[in-house]
C-alpha cells in the first residue's frame, strides 16, 4: 500500500502564505510507479476540487482558482509533494488532501487518483 501523510496546514490572514507538504511511504511505493500526484480541497459544503496536479513527466495542471499564486513541486529525493500557496484569500479555506494516481491519469477530477491522504485544514481569515 502507500501511505499519504499531509503537514503544513493552519491559519493564516488574507495575503498570508502556506507551504503544504505531503510525504509519501508505503512498502510498495515507488514514485515512478505513480503516474501522477496532486492537491485537491474541499471546502465548506462544497465538493471536492482539484488543486494542482503533476506527473511524472513534470507536466503541472492547475485549477484557475489557484493560478498564479500555487505552485506544485514534487521532490524525488524525499519523496515529498509540496505546495507553496501566496496571496491567500478567505475562499482558499478548506481542508486539503494530497493523492496519487497509479495509472496513466492525471487530471484535476479526483476520480483516477488511487491513494489518498487525511488532509490538513487550512483556514484564511480576511
Known amino acids: 500500500s502507500v501511505q499519504l501523510v499531509e503537514s503544513g496546514g493552519g491559519s493564516v490572514q488574507a495575503g498570508g502564505s502556506l507551504r503544504l507538504s505531503c510525504v509519501a511511504s508505503?512498502?510498495?511505493?515507488?514514485?515512478?510507479?505513480?503516474?501522477?500526484m496532486g492537491w485537491f480541497r474541499q471546502r465548506p459544503g462544497k465538493a471536492r476540487e482539484g488543486v494542482a496536479v503533476?506527473?511524472?513527466?513534470?507536466?503541472?495542471r492547475y485549477a484557475n482558482s489557484g493560478k498564479g499564486r500555487f505552485t506544485i513541486s514534487f521532490d524525488n529525493a524525499k519523496n515529498t509533494l509540496s505546495l507553496q500557496m501566496s496571496n491567500l484569500k478567505p475562499e482558499d479555506t478548506a481542508m486539503y488532501y494530497c493523492?496519487?494516481?497509479?495509472?496513466?491519469?492525471?487530471?484535476?477530477?479526483?476520480?483516477?487518483?488511487?491513494?489518498w491522504g487525511q488532509g490538513t485544514q487550512v483556514t484564511v481569515s480576511s
Open positions: 508505503g512498502p510498495v511505493y515507488n514514485r515512478e510507479r505513480m503516474y501522477c
Open positions: 493523492a496519487a494516481a497509479r495509472d496513466a491519469y492525471c487530471w484535476l477530477l479526483g476520480d483516477g487518483y488511487n491513494y
Open positions: 503533476v506527473g511524472n513527466d513534470g507536466v503541472r
